[in-house]
């Protein structure tokens, strides 16, 4: 068979490349050829991996943990995330059997999305978005539809808007608070009013947790599912280690739901990726606990994060011309540049070329007045791209 008589899958020709991927590739490779590049694009911290856990993880190895582990996880740090969910998120009666450790966050998200929804079944997802979750939603077979939140309202939906999209195909909601790529946080009463209503129109509730120990201004992170037995049996969360530990290359996601679906979700994994990778998740074991060591490494993150947050807050609402929401989670901002009349593709990828700067455009989060901006980034890079930034948009 030749090239042009290959016949992709509906699958794989439906799917989108992640754009977010693809801007931090182009900028690494503009780095690469010597260009000065101000990359605004990394979804990941920018600090290494706290040397606990490391130590952790060359333990584990040294010992000849690389054999292959339960589907699920290793029983140790299953437990260890199912006291978590009872002691910090007060969520009632957690089992271990109730964990599944995947490998990645973003592959907890899938699976719950498979776990849940089919042809057929409709996925209410508020934008922005992350860029991955109407391309999971399709995976599985199902149509995604959209909820759009601006910054008039702070990027998050109403629990009216949430009634309005309800069908009888809907199937799952999916909560991101702290939001990515808005860095919105949902506080106890939007939650609860947004539970409501889907405990009332009998669906799932995916809440997706990544950055739930990102947090500014003194705020205070609700998880869904603690807020009522009702509430817990239809949320299933996700979650995982990347962000609050810098551990994005380990590749350790999480995922709590009621019995019978982290019962198909761990076998949906036992036949797709088996188990997440033995060692690292000794690794992740040591972040649960040693709880002072692990407070201490996000304490000093988070330290640095807020400085660049305000800096690059404040440097954005400096600029004629771009309107800033002040986010209280997450390490992005997502800035309005709607005023300068060109698409947000068309924006970044001149503000790419002119001015080596590198954001993700809006539009891949289903926002195109908007772009992403990471302060996951140093401060030298922040005060550059800011300068450049700011002589970009005075030559539009």
């Known amino acids: 068979m030749s090239a042009s008589e290959i016949i992709l899958s509906p699958w794989a020709r439906n799917i989108s490349p992640s754009p977010t991927l693809a801007v931090d590739a182009k900028a690494k490779a503009l780095k690469a050829e010597g260009k000065d590049v101000c990359g605004f694009g990394a979804g990941e911290p920018d600090f290494d991996t706290p040397e606990f856990i490391k130590q952790a993880c060359e333990e584990s190895l040294r010992r000849g943990d690389t054999k292959y582990a339960p589907a699920a996880g290793i029983p140790k740090l299953r437990a260890a995330l199912a006291e978590k969910y009872i002691t910090e998120n007060g969520v009632v009666g957690v089992k271990p059997e109730q964990i599944v ?4 966050g973003k ?31 399709k995976l599985a077979g ?12 702070g990027f998050k939906i109403t629990p009216e808007q949430l009634k309005e999209a309800i069908t009888p195909k809907t199937r799952l909601l999916v909560l991101n608070s702290p939001s990515n790529p808005t860095g919105a946080l949902y506080n106890k009463a939007e939650v609860e009013a947004i539970m409501a209503v889907a405990i009332e129109a009998g669906i799932y509730v ?33 979650s995982g280690f990347s962000k609050t530990f810098s551990m994005t290359g380990w590749r350790l996601g999480t995922l709590m739901a009621p019995a019978p679906i982290a019962k198909a979700v761990a076998s949906l994994q036992s036949q797709t990726s088996s188990n997440a990778t033995t060692f ?21 993150m988070l330290k640095v994060f807020d400085r660049r947050r305000m800096t690059l807050l404040d440097g954005l609402n400096a600029i004629d011309g771009i309107r800033c929401d002040r986010a209280q ?20 990828a001149k503000l ?4 080596l700067v590198a954001a993700v455009p809006g ?28 002589r970009f948009c005075q030559g539009l």
């Open 107 to 137: 592959f907890s998200c899938y699976l719950a999305i498979l776990s849940v929804c089919g042809p057929g079944d409709e996925v209410i997802i508020p934008a922005p978005y992350w860029v991955s979750y109407p391309e999971m939603v």
């Open 206 to 238: 995916m809440s997706d947790e990544i950055y739930e120990y990102l947090l500014y201004d003194g705020v205070e992170f609700v998880s869904p599912a603690s807020l009522s037995e009702e509430a817990a049996a239809c949320t299933i969360t996700v």
């Open 352 to 355: 790419l070329e002119d001015e």
């Open 142 to 153: 199902a149509t995604p539809k959209f909820v759009f939140a601006g910054d008039d309202q």
């Open 280 to 300: 690292a998740q000794w690794g992740a074991l040591a972040a649960m606990e040693r709880p002072t060591e692990a407070k201490d490494a996000i304490a000093g």
């Open 363 to 390: 539009v891949a989060f289903g926002a195109d007045d908007y772009m992403r901006v990471s302060y996951a980034t140093s401060d030298e890079v922040i005060s550059k791209g800011l300068e450049r930034l700011a």
């Open 101 to 104: 450790v995947s490998p990645g």
């Open 329 to 348: 989670g997450a390490f992005y901002l997502f800035p309005n540049i709607g005023s300068y009349g060109l698409s947000s593709t068309d924006f970044c």
